[in-house]
């Protein structure tokens, strides 16, 4: 099953499945690089028992693949809407993906 939720600055395709551990695809537009967005969204994801990999991306927007639980993986999706507060968010998209099985959470350069 399909859902698509489009509010203001979040535009998410999730495809529901029987596991609970899920795997979420997300990029960040914005002024988000160069103002420690992803050395906060470690800090995010980890205090959230969140695993994956944060990069910046050479289109200026970050990307996360991060994987948990809807619930926690929602509550990164909603950090993201905000960022660091250095920085900006103009649009944050979400798409649902296979698991990788990530064991931790950390930048990739």
Not at 31 to 45: D, I, P
Not at 60 to 88: H, T
Request: glycine share 10%.
């Amino acid at each position: 099953m399909e859902n698509y939720i489009d509010n203001s600055n979040i535009h998410c395709k999730f495809v529901y499945g029987m596991d609970n551990k899920l795997h979420y695809k997300i990029h960040i537009s914005g002024h988000v690089q160069g103002v420690g967005f992803r050395w906060s969204s470690v800090h995010e994801a980890r205090k959230r028992g969140i695993s994956g990999i944060v990069k910046n991306l050479p289109d200026g927007r970050v990307y996360i693949e991060a994987e948990g639980s809807v619930d926690q993986l929602n509550m990164l999706v909603e950090w993201c809407k905000r960022g660091p507060v250095s920085g900006f968010v103009d649009l944050v998209t979400v798409e649902e993906s296979q698991l990788v099985n990530y064991r931790d959470f950390r930048i990739e350069f």
